[in-house]
């Protein structure tokens, strides 16, 4: 196995030598693009054999990523030898990177290991593994301009969030990983330069995928932590950005408190709505593994929905990275967010027996679910109002959830897994789902599809050749096209859309 890899990526990278040897008046150029392809080429190898990468023994991954990096190093050194014209600082720079890169596949050896053990055993590695891997890495502060160094960093950051977790995968991890990995910045031993950058960083990066409020704790952190006034200002300005970029919706209201966290709906009314005229509404839950995102990444929808004379609402639920919650807790956020729509209809005006739940991913899972769950006290939710939407739109849901949440649950998680909660009367649902999805495997879909069209229910589908996970990355156009055409047509024909 081991000398598969060597000479596959000696032969991986003998093209761009070629390429280089006949472009000799553009060495410096030649020499950045030579070594982007290369990483490139090297990255896609790692991702399509992770399998057979990451399940090695320590020694024989070792052995791979040695010859991989080698293989990088060959070509700036070479290079470099051809050519006086190159800047040392050139050469340095691709150094550093090549360096960075690596670091971060051996970083990732004892999550993936796991992974690729189904979770029954871990590497067999040093307690300080990664402390060794990352060795000589935090007292530079000219590191910070490098792409790989900023990328292998934050990945360092979120394995030291997991805890006691962090050599296992850590999709699952029940902990407050946000606030944990703000902890692991501010407690590095290293240079204070690169403290008060990754800090700035971990403002200005995640406010993109968690809710404002998620950084309270961080953010009166930061004001003592850091020392750099610049990025102070930076850190100020984002959080204040999180909170203006709100302003976009009509109203936001509380609709769940549960353990002193507050749960909101943000809510987009239709043009001149009048409340004594109940309009249909259209609910939206985002994706993100039950374990990031945020109400923000539906704003466009919702504005969409509610230019077609739908009241549109985004809903927090509870994430894991957040909170340290499973999934059920964000199924029983979902199932409380329906019934105080319909709790709430008349205020809202809402028509409460026109409800379309929308989601995808994780959120179309909520969405899902919630019309299949019969005992909703189980998920402590007492309201006699109804969770049950009267239409469903899922893209790229998880449908057998079985075995998901590997650490420390207490039930059977096939009470909230949709494939096996298919029963009679659910209400109409549309679905789509890319053939070459990589984190819902579409035999998944498959699976689902067939069951359920095995009942009387009515379950409208499409699925793409090419289509990954990610809105459908990888779909046509036409494929784009198609998928609203048909949820116009479905929000037509069940009532929520005036043609």
């Known amino acids: 196995m081991h000398k598969f890899f060597f000479v596959f990526v000696l032969l991986l990278s003998s093209n761009l030598f070629q390429y280089s040897e006949e472009n000799p008046e553009n060495y410096p150029i030649g020499i950045k693009e030579a070594h982007n392809k290369l990483l490139k080429k090297n990255d896609v190898f790692v991702t399509d054999n992770r399998g057979k990468i990451f399940s090695q023994e320590l020694d024989?991954?070792?052995?791979?990523?040695?010859?991989?990096?080698?293989?990088?190093?060959?070509?700036?050194?070479?290079?470099?030898?051809?050519?006086?014209?190159?800047?040392?600082?050139?050469?340095?720079?691709?150094?550093?990177?090549?360096?960075?890169?690596?670091?971060?596949?051996?970083?990732?050896?004892?999550?993936?290991?796991?992974?690729?053990?189904?979770?029954?055993?871990?590497?067999?590695?040093?307690?300080?593994?990664?402390?060794?891997?990352?060795?000589?890495?935090?007292?530079?502060?000219?590191?910070?301009?490098?792409?790989?160094?900023?990328?292998?960093?934050?990945?360092?950051?979120?394995?030291?969030?997991?805890?006691?977790?962090?050599?296992?995968?850590?999709?699952?991890?029940?902990?407050?990983?946000?606030?944990?990995?703000?902890?692991?910045?501010?407690?590095?031993?290293?240079?204070?330069?690169?403290?008060?950058?990754?800090?700035?960083?971990?403002?200005?990066?995640?406010?993109?995928?968690?809710?404002?409020?998620?950084?309270?704790?961080?953010?009166?952190?930061?004001?003592?932590?850091?020392?750099?006034?610049?990025?102070?200002?930076?850190?100020?300005?984002?959080?204040?950005?999180?909170?203006?970029?709100?302003?976009?919706?009509?109203?936001?209201?509380?609709?769940?408190?549960?353990?002193?966290?507050?749960l909101s709906a943000h809510i987009f009314y239709p043009e001149n709505h009048d409340k004594t005229q109940p309009k249909p509404a259209h609910l939206f839950f985002n994706g993100g593994g039950w374990a990031i995102g945020l109400p923000e990444w539906s704003y466009g929808a919702c504005q969409g929905a509610a230019k077609d004379g739908r009241v549109a609402i985004a809903f927090d639920y509870r994430k894991r990275n957040v909170y340290g919650t499973d999934v059920k807790a964000s199924v029983s956020d979902a199932l409380a967010a329906i019934a105080w729509v319909r709790e709430n209809a008349k205020e809202l005006g809402i028509d409460p027996n026109k409800i379309v739940a929308d989601g995808f991913s994780a959120g179309a899972h909520l969405a899902l679910v919630s019309s299949m769950i019969e005992n909703r006290e189980d998920f402590g939710v007492t309201s006699k109002y109804s969770s049950k939407p009267n239409a469903i739109i899922l893209g790229s849901c998880p449908y057998d959830i079985a075995g998901r949440d590997v650490y420390n649950v207490s039930y059977d998680t096939k009470m909230i897994s949709p494939l096996y909660l298919i029963k009679e009367n659910l209400p109409p649902i549309l679905a789509f789902h890319g053939e070459e999805d990589d984190m819902v495997e579409f035999s998944e879909f498959e699976k689902f599809r067939d069951a359920i069209q095995e009942t009387k229910n009515s379950f409208t589908w499409r699925s793409y050749t090419g289509a990954r996970h990610f809105y459908f990355e990888g779909s046509s156009q036409k494929d784009s096209d198609e998928r609203r055409k048909l949820r116009e047509e479905f929000l037509l024909k069940n009532g929520f859309k005036v043609k």
């Open 60 to 262: 024989g991954f070792n052995t791979t990523i040695d010859s991989l990096e080698q293989t990088v190093q060959k070509l700036i050194k070479k290079y470099e030898g051809n050519s006086e014209a190159i800047d040392t600082r050139i050469i340095d720079s691709l150094l550093t990177e090549t360096t960075f890169v690596h670091k971060r596949y051996r970083l990732l050896y004892p999550n993936n290991y796991h992974r690729f053990a189904n979770f029954k055993k871990n590497a067999t590695v040093s307690k300080d593994y990664f402390e060794n891997v990352m060795k000589g890495s935090f007292d530079n502060p000219s590191l910070v301009q490098f792409k790989h160094y900023k990328r292998c960093m934050n990945y360092y950051f979120d394995i030291l969030s997991a805890g006691k977790y962090k050599f296992s995968h850590l999709e699952y991890v029940p902990l407050r990983r946000l606030d944990n990995r703000y902890d692991a910045i501010a407690e590095l031993d290293a240079h204070q330069s690169v403290k008060d950058f990754f800090i700035k960083e971990h403002f200005t990066s995640n406010i993109w995928t968690y809710r404002v409020e998620a950084f309270d704790y961080a953010f009166a952190k930061a004001l003592k932590d850091v020392k750099n006034p610049t990025y102070i200002k930076k850190i100020k300005d984002t959080y204040q950005m999180g909170k203006d970029r709100r302003n976009a919706t009509s109203e936001i209201k509380v609709y769940k408190t549960v353990d002193d966290i507050t």
